[in-house]
């Protein structure tokens, strides 16, 4: 299964189907399915500060250290100036859960499902494969 490590709250976020686009620094050309791993690095304490997003989470139920749901990633989207405007209007939410800016790229998921039973497994970067 291929497998993307990201940070908490943002894996929880995904998995509660309350962030539908993981933003990135990097394009990738990889569509279908893929599992969500929230990684073991906690929470930079600037982010705490951050209300807008730590509203969406309760911190008693971060999944640090385990593939937590499974996803389609369905597109990557190059994103212009115009991309962030539209998202930042239209979608406040999805705005407050990412790193929007010019130049980045919008990993768009779909079909979003939470695992019955978390997958303790430690993280890598990029997207990964893991055999069970």
């Known amino acids: 299964m291929k497998v993307l490590s990201l940070r908490e709250p943002w ?23 893929l599992y969500i791993h929230a990684s073991s690095t906690r929470i930079p304490k600037g982010w705490k500060d951050n209300k807008g ?6 911190f008693n139920n971060l999944n640090f250290g385990n ?17 962030v405007e539209d998202v930042k209007k ?18 768009i998921l779909e079909d979003i499902e ?5 997958i303790k497994v430690k993280g890598h970067l990029g997207i990964w494969n893991y055999e069970a």
Request: charged fraction near 30%.
């Open 11 to 33: 894996a929880t976020l995904i998995m509660e189907n309350k962030k539908l686009i993981e933003t990135r620094s990097w394009k990738t050309s990889y569509k279908g399915e």
């Open 53 to 58: 997003l730590m509203s969406l989470v309760d």
């Open 67 to 83: 593939i937590i749901c499974k996803c389609k990633l369905v597109d990557c989207i190059y994103m212009t100036r115009e991309y």
């Open 90 to 107: 239209n979608n406040p939410q999805e705005y407050i859960c990412g790193e929007y800016n010019e130049g980045r790229y919008a990993w």
């Open 114 to 118: 939470a695992l019955d039973t978390p």
